[in-house]
């Protein structure tokens, strides 16, 4: 069926999430990630409840306009964490790994990349992981951050979830997943080049540091910090970054990207968005 992403704060958002009492099913979820965290940060542990809500309320919101995915910007993404707007991150996880794309900052790039979740979810069965793009130029290494990966990243019907810490937001009101991805693992950058066009990125890579190279503080930024060492001997430093985010996922699925590209008549290109000569 065709992904509709639904962009929310919607209509009526705010008024349904007041409607929602601390429930059987909120309580579940809340006590799910609580119980299940190898940290819980004492200034988010007054949220959790409430951040669960999110949830609740973004479910009932998708099925209400027919949507099958959802976008969250403005006071549930960066504009949360003041004024009592709590973020929706720990929503999205969830979402997530229930095969839901779900995605933030919807205001740049659109839903592209809600698109590319949906594409890892349905091709290779697994959430993929949507994050700000920076780089380790020392190291020839790129760095995706963000405060929404998913847990399972082995596949939606694997039962492994990666261990996690909640954190607060960016310092602030909310509840954040800090998500430590399997240092050594081998993964696979993929993403749109634009919607506009027929190019796709596909890159191997490797997982080679997670939040416990990137301890918060002293560093900052968003929760979950993934650096991959890509098969690829360009200069990191010469990459466009316009579009400001990229997408992981957890896994070798260069080989099955490469077979879909040729399926869908799309171009396959490197990270620097050099045709994959096969």
Not at 11 to 30: S, W
Not at 63 to 78: M, S
């Amino acid at each position: 069926d065709r992904l509709e992403v639904l962009d929310c704060p919607c209509e009526g958002y705010y008024e349904e999430l007041q409607k929602v009492g601390d429930t059987d099913e909120v309580r579940a979820i809340a006590d799910f990630y609580e119980k299940n965290a190898k940290g819980v940060e004492s200034a988010c542990k007054p949220f959790i409840l409430a951040s669960a809500k999110h949830y609740v309320v973004l479910r009932r919101m998708m099925e209400r306009r027919g949507a099958n995915g959802v976008a969250v910007t403005g006071p549930l993404c960066v504009g949360a964490g003041t004024d009592g707007n709590l973020p929706a991150c720990m929503a999205i996880s969830k979402l997530l790994d229930e095969g839901v794309p779900a995605q933030c900052q919807a205001k740049h790039g659109g839903h592209a990349s809600a698109y590319v979740q949906r594409l890892a979810m349905s091709l290779l069965g697994r959430p993929s992981y949507m994050g700000n793009i920076t780089f380790d130029n020392l190291a020839n290494r790129l760095i995706l951050s963000h405060c929404t990966s998913p847990l399972k990243l082995k596949g939606l019907d694997d039962d492994y979830r990666a261990p996690y810490r909640l954190r607060n937001f960016h310092a602030n009101e909310g509840v954040s997943l800090q998500v430590s991805w399997p240092v050594g693992s081998e993964a696979t950058v993929l993403d749109r080049v634009s919607l506009a066009n027929d190019k796709f990125i596909v890159a191997s890579s490797k997982v080679t540091g997670n939040n416990d190279s990137f301890p918060q503080p002293p560093c900052g930024g968003c929760r979950t910090v993934v650096e991959f060492e890509l098969d690829w001997d360009g200069d990191i430093m010469d990459l466009d970054t316009t579009d400001l985010h990229g997408s992981a996922v957890l896994g070798d699925c260069k080989s099955t990207l490469l077979q879909f590209c040729k399926l869908a008549g799309l171009v396959p290109v490197d990270i620097a968005g050099d045709p994959i000569r096969a």
